[in-house]
């Protein structure tokens, strides 16, 4: 069974682009939450979705959206890229939103330069 | 505030040694606590998963207990070895909440 599986691994975008990272759950899962991980502030919530609808938002800017499709597969969005985005964004994926076990991927690094 | 602390950040320990790391949470009102390995520049590996109504869960070496009237979680580490040497990360599913609350994490170290 294969896991959670995130693309690209790897990011180096400038300031002011932006950039499209990608999350395929495992299968059946329908659920898909998004994190980003920095040293200072360790893992913080950006944003869940549940059967194609956003169910939760964390405390970030506009600047960060995100879909879900069909077939359970989510896309985040991260416009005007500053620096201080520079993270490890991971994926986690669920057979729903509550009491049920979170998977993660392996991650995207992005880097803004 | 919905909060996860995990004591201590750090550890280093000899091999064979077992260890206790951690977990506390400000809420009772939990869905579920879990467990999670990761390696530097990885991702987590979900290690172990208690539901609110267990005291308890078990996979080979480590142990994951939950007291969610004292708003805590530990993971006992049997017989410690070099591979065990990582940071794990406690994160609460609280009832109220949105999405995982995670630690910090405590980073092992284990020497041979």
């Known amino acids: 069974k294969a896991g959670v599986t995130q693309t690209p691994r790897y990011l180096i975008k400038t300031r002011g682009q932006q950039v499209t990272l990608s999350c395929s759950p495992i299968?059946?899962?329908?659920?898909v939450s998004w994190y980003q991980q920095t040293p200072g502030q360790g893992l913080q919530f950006l944003f869940e979705y549940f059967s194609e609808t956003q169910r939760n938002k964390g405390n970030f800017p506009g600047r960060f959206s995100g879909r879900q499709f069909s077939n359970s597969r989510s896309e985040m969005n991260v416009s005007t890229l500053e620096l201080g985005d520079s993270a490890l964004y991971l994926c986690?994926?669920?057979?729903?939103?509550?009491?049920?076990?979170?998977?993660f991927g392996q991650g995207t690094r992005l880097t803004v330069v | 505030k919905q909060e996860v602390t995990q004591i201590p950040a750090a550890l280093s320990v000899p091999e064979g040694e077992n260890l206790v790391l951690n977990c506390s949470f400000t809420d009772s009102a939990i869905y579920n606590l879990q467990w999670f390995r990761q390696d530097p520049g990885k991702g987590l590996t979900s290690l172990l998963l208690?539901?609110?109504?267990?005291r308890e869960q078990t996979s080979g070496r480590l142990n994951a207990s939950l007291d969610k009237s004292s708003g805590r979680s530990t993971l006992y580490i049997a017989a410690s070895q070099p591979g065990d040497s990582a940071t794990y990360l406690c994160?609460?599913?609280?009832?109220?909440?949105?999405?995982?609350?995670f630690g910090k994490g405590t980073t092992l170290s284990v020497s041979s």
């Open positions: 994160a609460a599913l609280y009832q109220a909440g949105t999405a995982l609350i």
């Open positions: 299968s059946g899962h329908r659920s």
């Open positions: 208690i539901q609110s109504s267990q």
């Open positions: 986690a994926s669920s057979l729903d939103p509550e009491d049920t076990e979170a998977f």
